[in-house]
């Protein structure tokens, strides 16, 4: 016989025919994808882009090096190796073009909407509610975050797979024998999401929820049945939580309790819980970084954090009641509306558990961690809806009693839940698309922060990183933004590594010394700020010419960190201005072996070897470089070149042309690219290359010969 069905659930009817559910379900992809479009402009900003997508080199290709370290260790203090592979496939297809990563985040984002539409058509068997709940998900401000930012990739990566693994998990209620088969693809769904971020680990509490919601019950011993099936998830979820916690730990990313204690924060978060279900409902004032945790005191009125348990505690106990009423009710015609609104409710609250520093993590507040709760409260908000707009029992559920009488103008229930609906989503929509523009680029980023927030002293230090990367750079107003950093945290020696970091630009190098020297002296966050201050320490000083100084500079910084490559590379670089070859050899070496993907270190050896005229150790170098960094123009140049001595000019050609690409303005590129076509005849070529090597340096020797002499051979010609 046949395997009974163990779960009662809506079955879907020929009430919604498919193509009307394909209309919908588009409708939600294209509205999720309209409400980003604008991010598709947007730059890479100065906030974990840089290090997890521009200088990563372990992105930079899908070879299987880089696969196997991406798989094995972890970059930037983070094993999220689904998360950096997804990386690879965008460089792979976009080079370090932002809009490719952008579209990438907006097409998983507009996936996730649709999963949230096909989970609630699953929950309830209605399109209305299917609807309401994807196009809420799809178009909420709380999301910009997560999908603007190119490094909010794990959110809507992890929350991808999450959905699909409890998508999976529901239509094994029904499955028949093909119940394991479907739990086991489930499992493997889930373990991946928990290779993008591992906040999605309570998802066997949902499980075990929508068991107790939508199961027979889970009394007179029928939980025993359910053993095996929770068992799985607990195992996969111990698996993600132990992979997680191992590498937070060796990176160091467990911090102390903040607020000087567990009970301070466990307070703390009561409220920051609170502030989430505020901004699900209405939201505004949102940041890309809240200041919450910057100072030892709340940042808020403290009678009101100390009496947000007091709230919390009605909220739960509210939506404990809520679940526990859908359950007792689950026969009524009511039911199923109550049933979706409490499991959305109880998704929320399991979800935020993760971020509720239950173990101390770094930040407190952040629009992020709402994007898979947000999927449980759009489930919630849709029952409401649904309730609005639904007259009868939805199809699977019992037919109401004969003593209900029937609902009112019914017409006019369905048109308020739509225009409310709609006008919602107009409304979110909307402010979403507006709210994009923040991300643009580092300098609309932390501009909007500083407003929201001006009290923080990082928001200020990263707004003058902007202005100071600017083109072109702005560092008037980048020591303004520093200076009223350090008003803000006077005791802190941040503010004056970053002012030294300017006046090093400004060619102020006594002046730059003394800062470095100070923000030592008040403390520094971690080693790695102490590191940077010697090595902008050393720059300074050789820019001066005082190389001695330069050098010492650079012994400290190797002190402080000698796991680290930059200082070995340009201690190097250093002793090779002073012709001290065979040391600078040792110190490049050095600086590959700390990491292997050093591009710099590979480049200069390949220098050094050119000085010993070793040009087969030279190639090797070269080629070696772009194998860390196969957008290393300045290798590809110098390799070319090679080429060109050796007589291998169809081999010098499309490095020429791909360095030419990536930096347009490299004028040794464009000369070099005029010789390889000189050699291959090639005239038009040539005198193109010359004249953008001459536009872009007017005084270039080189160029200017050879134009002169094209000129000639021409004018001869004729």
């Known amino acids: 016989m046949p395997e009974e069905r163990e779960r009662i659930l809506p079955e879907t009817t020929n009430t919604s025919t498919r193509l009307t559910v394909l209309v919908f379900a588009l409708l939600v992809v294209l509205v999720a994808v309209g409400s980003y479009y604008n991010t598709l402009s947007a730059q890479f900003v100065n906030w974990d882009d840089n290090k997890l997508i521009v200088d990563n080199p372990y992105i930079r290709g899908l070879t299987s090096e880089n696969l196997k370290y991406i798989w094995t260790k972890p970059i930037q203090e983070t094993y999220l190796p689904l998360r950096a592979t997804s990386y690879a496939l965008d460089y792979h297809f976009w080079g370090l073009k932002p809009v490719g990563y952008h579209l990438t985040n907006v097409l998983i984002n507009a996936i996730v909407s649709l999963l949230v539409f096909a989970v609630a058509k699953r929950l309830t068997g209605s399109l209305a509610a299917a609807a309401f709940a994807g196009l809420l998900f799809a178009v909420h401000p709380v999301h910009t975050e997560a999908v603007a930012w190119a490094s909010g990739r794990k959110d809507v990566l992890s929350t991808a797979l999450f959905l699909l693994a409890y998508l999976c998990f529901l239509w094994s209620y029904s499955a028949g024998r093909r119940k394991w088969l479907l739990i086991a693809a489930s499992l493997v769904s889930f373990v991946l999401s928990?290779?993008?971020?591992?906040?999605?680990?309570?998802?066997?509490?949902?499980?075990?929820?929508?068991?107790?919601?939508?199961?027979?019950?889970?009394?007179?011993?029928?939980?025993?049945?359910?053993?095996?099936?929770?068992?799985?998830?607990?195992?996969?979820?111990?698996?993600?939580?132990?992979?997680?916690?191992?590498?937070?730990?060796?990176?160091?990313?467990?911090?102390?309790?903040?607020?000087?204690?567990?009970?301070?924060?466990?307070?703390?978060?009561?409220?920051?819980?609170?502030?989430?279900?505020?901004?699900?409902?209405?939201?505004?004032?949102?940041?890309?970084?809240?200041?919450?945790?910057?100072?030892?005191?709340f940042g808020v009125n403290p009678t009101?954090?100390?009496?947000?348990?007091?709230?919390?505690?009605?909220?739960?106990?509210?939506?404990?009641?809520?679940?526990?009423?859908?359950?007792?009710?689950?026969?009524?015609?009511?039911?199923?509306?109550?049933?979706?609104?409490?499991?959305?409710?109880?998704?929320?609250?399991?979800?935020?558990?993760?971020?509720?520093?239950?173990?101390?993590?770094?930040?407190?507040?952040?629009?992020?961690?709402?994007y898979l709760p947000s999927a449980g409260f759009t489930l919630a908000q849709a029952a409401v809806f649904w309730l609005l707009w639904t007259e009868a029992a939805p199809s699977g559920a019992p037919a109401r009693r004969a003593t209900v009488p029937p609902p009112a103008y019914p017409g006019a229930r369905k048109l308020a839940a739509a225009l409310i609906c709609a006008g919602i989503v107009i409304g979110y929509g909307a402010r979403t698309f507006l709210r994009n523009d923040v991300w643009h680029d580092s300098r609309s980023l932390w501009e909007s922060v500083v407003k929201e927030s001006?009290?923080?002293?990082?928001?200020?230090?990263?707004?003058?990183?902007?202005?100071?990367?600017?083109?072109?750079?702005?560092?008037?107003?980048?020591?303004?933004?520093?200076?009223?950093?350090?008003?803000?945290?006077?005791?802190?020696?941040?503010?004056?590594?970053?002012?030294?970091?300017?006046?090093?630009?400004?060619?102020?190098?006594?002046e730059a010394e003394a800062e470095f020297a100070e923000a030592r002296r008040l403390g520094l966050a971690g080693v790695a700020d102490v590191y940077e201050t010697y090595i902008a320490e050393a720059a300074a000083s050789e820019a001066s010419g005082r190389l001695d100084?330069?050098?010492?500079?650079?012994?400290?910084?190797?002190?402080?960190?000698?796991?680290?490559?930059?200082?070995?590379?340009?201690?190097?670089?250093?002793?090779?201005?002073?012709?001290?070859?065979?040391?600078?050899?040792?110190?490049?070496?050095?600086?590959?072996?700390?990491?292997?993907?050093f591009a710099r270190g590979y480049y200069n050896l390949g220098l050094v070897a050119e000085q010993k005229r070793d040009i087969p150790a030279a190639l090797g170098y070269y080629k070696e470089a772009l194998d860390a960094d196969p957008a290393y123009a300045e290798a590809m140049v110098n390799l070319a070149v090679l080429y060109l001595a050796l007589g291998n000019t169809p081999g010098a050609v499309p490095l020429l042309e791909a360095?030419?690409?990536?930096?347009?303005?490299?004028?040794?590129?464009?000369?070099?690219?005029?010789?390889?076509?000189?050699?291959?005849?090639?005239?038009?070529?040539?005198?193109?290359?010359?004249?953008?090597?001459?536009?872009?340096?007017?005084?270039?020797?080189?160029?200017?010969?050879?134009?002169?002499?094209?000129?000639?051979?021409?004018?001869?010609?004729?």
């Open 194 to 297: 928990g290779l993008a971020k591992a906040m999605v680990v309570t998802l066997p509490l949902l499980v075990i929820l929508t068991d107790f919601l939508y199961g027979e019950g889970l009394g007179g011993g029928r939980w025993r049945k359910r053993l095996p099936v929770w068992a799985a998830y607990f195992a996969a979820a111990g698996a993600v939580t132990g992979i997680a916690m191992y590498f937070a730990a060796s990176a160091g990313a467990i911090r102390p309790w903040h607020f000087g204690g567990a009970a301070r924060t466990a307070v703390f978060m009561t409220w920051v819980a609170l502030f989430y279900i505020k901004t699900m409902i209405l939201p505004h004032a949102l940041s890309a970084r809240y200041p919450y945790g910057d100072t030892p005191d």
């Open 304 to 370: 009101v954090v100390y009496l947000s348990p007091v709230a919390l505690v009605v909220v739960l106990a509210a939506a404990a009641w809520l679940v526990y009423s859908a359950r007792a009710r689950s026969k009524s015609a009511a039911s199923p509306w109550v049933k979706l609104a409490g499991l959305g409710i109880g998704w929320f609250f399991l979800t935020l558990l993760p971020v509720m520093n239950l173990v101390s993590i770094n930040v407190l507040v952040a629009d992020r961690y709402l």
């Open 454 to 510: 001006p009290q923080s002293a990082q928001a200020r230090l990263l707004l003058a990183s902007a202005y100071g990367d600017a083109e072109p750079p702005d560092l008037a107003r980048a020591l303004d933004e520093i200076a009223r950093a350090a008003t803000i945290v006077p005791l802190s020696g941040e503010p004056h590594l970053w002012r030294g970091k300017i006046l090093s630009r400004m060619g102020k190098t006594a």
């Open 549 to 597: 100084a330069a050098a010492a500079s650079l012994e400290k910084a190797i002190l402080a960190d000698p796991a680290r490559p930059e200082a070995y590379n340009n201690y190097g670089r250093l002793s090779q201005r002073l012709g001290d070859l065979a040391k600078a050899e040792r110190l490049y070496r050095q600086a590959v072996a700390k990491d292997p993907k």
């Open 659 to 718: 360095a030419v690409a990536l930096k347009p303005a490299l004028v040794p590129a464009h000369v070099n690219l005029a010789c390889a076509y000189a050699a291959l005849n090639d005239v038009e070529r040539t005198r193109r290359e010359l004249e953008e090597a001459l536009k872009l340096d007017p005084d270039n020797a080189s160029a200017k010969e050879m134009y002169r002499s094209l000129e000639a051979m021409t004018q001869g010609g004729k």
